[in-house]
Antibody
Framework: EVQLLESGGGLVQPGGSLRLSCAAS????????MSWVRQAPGKGLEWVSA????????YYTDSVKGRFTISRDNSKNTLFLQMNSLRAEDTAVYYC??????????????WGQGTLVTVSS | DIQMTQSPSTLSASVGDRATITCRAS??????LAWYQQKPGKAPKLLIY???SLESGVPSRFSGSGSGTEFTLTISSLQPDDFATYYC?????????FGQGTKVEIK
């Protein structure tokens, strides 16, 4: 059974940093690209970042470029999102999602349960 | 970026009704379009991919159609479990975008 389990969310002050993790199980992790998708309270879904199965290709939405870094450790079946210079508008539930392809090119067939990031003083 | 626009924003319907949600793209996405269902406090669930392919395990009352810039999600006969929010998503470019969502509520 495919499982994705996010962790690392919490309350952080504006300008602060957080590192999210997503532990994957039930499939061959390195053969799937992965993405982070967020949802602000009461709002819709917003794609944030994607990474290829090997980790050599990454993409970001414009609003997080230069502040967020996506990475993965295929030996530990874990996806990461390092978030720096956090802003109030980054407040959201962050989901990790599995891409159906090894390159970040497909749709998302499995999602984690999400982890809440709150940026506030 | 490609913008995705769903209509209506809210759909009020009764059990047994046919429900139709439209998603329009600001430029062609070919057939690279997915539909997701989300219930409050839960993660999105994939329903349809490549515009009209039904994800394994999804009831056949769900169907998708369209290509290019206009797409439709149809629920042939609404069931109590179907009252939720639905999102379309394009994956034609290296910047995935979602529609704003359509809430299907009980009339």
């Amino acid at each position: 059974e495919v499982q994705l389990l996010e962790s690392g969310g919490g309350l952080v002050q504006p300008g602060g940093s957080l590192r999210l993790s997503c532990a994957a199980s039930g499939f061959t992790f390195s053969t799937h690209a992965m993405s982070w998708v967020r949802q602000a309270p009461g709002k819709g879904l917003e794609w944030v970042s994607a990474i290829s199965g090997s980790g050599d290709i990454t993409y970001y939405t414009d609003s997080v470029k230069g502040r967020f870094t996506i990475s993965r450790d295929n030996s530990k079946n874990t996806l990461f999102l390092q978030m720096n210079s956090l802003r109030a508008e980054d407040t959201a539930v962050y989901y990790c999602a599995r891409d159906t392809m090894i390159a970040p090119r497909g749709h998302f067939d499995y999602w984690g349960q999400g982890t809440l990031v709150t940026v506030s003083s | 970026d490609i913008q995705m626009t769903q209509s209506p924003s809210t759909l009020s319907a009764s059990v047994g009704d046919r429900a139709t949600i439209t998603c329009r793209a600001s430029q062609s996405v070919s057939s690279w379009l997915a539909w997701y269902q989300q219930k409050p406090g839960k993660a999105p669930k994939l329903l349809i991919y490549k515009a009209s392919s039904l994800e394994s395990g999804v009831p056949s009352r769900f169907s998708g159609s369209g290509s290019g810039t206009e797409f439709t999600l149809t629920i042939s006969s609404l069931q109590p479990d179907d009252f939720a929010t639905y999102y379309c998503q394009q994956y034609n470019t290296y910047s995935w975008t979602f529609g704003q969502g359509t809430k299907v509520e009980i009339k």
